[in-house]
């Protein structure tokens, strides 16, 4: 399995800021005959058809039955994604936490109608109403996939997995005697800001902090701080999944954070034996939303997709391709990923997890005095170019 991530460029993302949520048109009171044609972004894996591998496959099914044929432009980036949909011309968009407010508060995608949606009810019900497409009690989206992101680890450096992000923060020799410098690598995006802040609420609770991606503007300077030290140990900021898993192979990379994607490839390849974990700090994570554009060209194929993203079929065929958690939890019952590949994937860590969210100046824990998204923008920009 090969999954090319692009990286985009961050700039159109400094202009984004949130407000209050722009006026729309009432959302659809009923399914019609579809259009012929949804158009999705998503995320590179997240619609497979059986191109790659003929097990997976949750896309052929639905335009037989629908009549509707899928196109989908991949995106390496929330931020890519965001830039994707202002343009116009997609229907839907299976964003990230750190993306779906941006485009709420824009105006850019609309409420669901979600009674419309046969099988919402199945949904975990700590997504069902989550906070990052929930507003003012309206859903403006349909939960997808989840999952955190974890410290993965060679498990030839480290015969017992780690038990703190320091490894790849903090200048140190490894278990294996050697330095950890030039051997660990760190997420190119723009939210991995929130994983340094993470890191300091447990190890510098002087600094206060409380939400990772609430900061004040001392917790703020901290966290860029600490990046900035990262910046001399880091061998590269990694935006490719399959790359990654390259580097662990061959490159001599031992310590990153990662997702369940790569570490079940590399357990799958058996070159190199590599472990899992959320340390004691916690974890950051995604929680991924199906999202409809306001000016959606095919609605009504859009919501004939919403219901079918919902099925087993797609709920746990992404799961297993992609190493994610479904959103419906029956889900893990099916063959393709049974209980055990859920379990493999996280399942048990949603407590464990902040998830991905936009960080705003008019934030709860800080009284309204935090650093918005676009100063993390430039700040993460300044740190990885080696400014």
């Given at each position: 399995?090969?999954?090319?991530w692009?990286?985009?460029?961050?700039?159109?993302?400094?202009?984004?800021?949130?407000?209050?949520?722009?006026?729309?048109?009432?959302?659809?009171?009923?399914?019609?005959?579809?259009?012929?044609?949804?158009a999705i972004?998503?995320?590179?894996?997240?619609?497979?058809?059986?191109?790659?591998?003929?097990?997976?496959?949750?896309?052929?099914?639905?335009?037989?039955?629908?009549?509707?044929k899928?196109?989908?432009?991949?995106?390496?980036?929330?931020?890519?994604?965001?830039?994707?949909?202002?343009?116009?011309?997609?229907?839907?968009?299976?964003?990230?936490?750190?993306?779906?407010?941006?485009?709420?508060?824009?105006?850019t995608?609309?409420?669901?109608?979600?009674?419309?949606?046969?099988?919402?009810?199945?949904?975990?019900?700590?997504?069902?109403?989550?906070?990052?497409?929930?507003v003012?009690?309206?859903?403006?989206?349909?939960?997808w996939?989840?999952?955190?992101?974890?410290?993965?680890y060679?498990?030839?450096?480290?015969e017992?997995?780690?038990?703190?992000?320091?490894v790849?923060?903090?200048?140190q020799?490894?278990?294996?005697?050697?330095?950890?410098?030039?051997?660990?690598?760190?997420?190119?995006?723009t939210?991995y800001?929130?994983?340094?802040?993470?890191?300091?609420?447990?190890?510098k609770?002087?600094l206060?902090?409380?939400?990772?991606?609430?900061?004040?503007?001392?917790?703020?300077d901290?966290?860029?701080?600490?990046?900035?030290?990262?910046?001399?140990?880091?061998?590269?900021?990694?935006?490719?999944?399959?790359?990654?898993?390259?580097?662990?192979?061959?490159?001599?990379?031992?310590?990153?954070?990662s997702?369940?994607?790569?570490?079940?490839?590399?357990?799958?390849?058996?070159?190199?034996p590599?472990?899992?974990?959320?340390?004691?700090?916690?974890?950051?994570?995604?929680?991924?939303?199906?999202?409809?554009?306001?000016?959606?060209?095919?609605?009504?194929?859009?919501?004939?997709?919403?219901?079918?993203?919902?099925?087993?079929?797609?709920?746990?065929?992404?799961?297993?391709?992609?190493?994610?958690?479904?959103?419906?939890?029956?889900?893990?019952?099916?063959?393709?990923?049974?209980?055990?590949?859920?379990?493999?994937?996280?399942?048990?860590?949603?407590?464990?997890?902040?998830?991905?969210?936009?960080?705003?100046?008019?934030?709860?824990?800080?009284?309204?005095?935090?650093?918005?998204?676009?100063?993390w923008?430039?700040?993460?920009?300044?740190?990885?170019?080696?400014?």
């Amino acid at each position: 399995m090969s999954l090319k991530w692009k990286l985009a460029g961050t700039s159109v993302a400094a202009a984004l800021v949130l407000g209050a949520v722009a006026a729309q048109a009432e959302p659809l009171q009923s399914i019609g005959e579809g259009e012929g044609e949804v158009a999705i972004v998503a995320w590179p894996g997240y619609i497979e058809r059986g191109e790659s591998d003929k097990n997976y496959d949750w896309v052929t099914g639905f335009e037989k039955e629908t009549g509707c044929k899928v196109t989908v432009k991949t995106a390496g980036s929330s931020d890519e994604m965001v830039s994707l949909m202002n343009g116009g011309g997609f229907d839907l968009v299976t964003a990230s936490g750190d993306a779906s407010l941006r485009l709420v508060k824009g105006g850019t995608v609309q409420e669901i109608n979600t009674s419309l949606i046969a099988d919402y009810a199945k949904v975990d019900p700590r997504l069902q109403n989550a906070p990052w497409h929930t507003v003012d009690g309206k859903h403006y989206g349909v939960p997808w996939q989840w999952g955190p992101n974890v410290l993965l680890y060679n498990a030839n450096v480290f015969e017992n997995a780690p038990q703190s992000w320091s490894v790849v923060f903090e200048e140190q020799k490894l278990p294996d005697g050697k330095p950890n410098k030039g051997r660990v690598q760190a997420y190119y995006g723009t939210i991995y800001l929130a994983d340094a802040a993470l890191y300091l609420m447990m190890n510098k609770p002087e600094l206060g902090i409380k939400d990772p991606y609430e900061l004040n503007q001392a917790q703020f300077d901290a966290a860029v701080e600490l990046l900035r030290g990262q910046r001399q140990l880091v061998n590269k900021y990694w935006s490719d999944a399959a790359a990654q898993v390259d580097d662990f192979t061959n490159e001599g990379i031992v310590a990153s954070t990662s997702w369940a994607y790569q570490v079940n490839t590399l357990r799958a390849a058996g070159k190199v034996p590599v472990g899992s974990v959320v340390p004691k700090e916690g974890a950051t994570g995604w929680a991924d939303t199906t999202m409809m554009a306001t000016s959606a060209p095919h609605p009504n194929c859009a919501y004939k997709w919403l219901n079918h993203s919902l099925s087993d079929n797609a709920q746990a065929g992404t799961g297993s391709w992609f190493g994610s958690v479904p959103a419906v939890p029956a889900s893990c019952a099916d063959p393709i990923l049974t209980e055990g590949g859920c379990v493999a994937n996280g399942s048990q860590l949603f407590a464990r997890i902040h998830f991905w969210k936009t960080p705003v100046k008019d934030c709860a824990s800080q009284n309204g005095e935090c650093v918005p998204y676009k100063d993390w923008v430039a700040a993460v920009q300044s740190v990885q170019s080696g400014q």
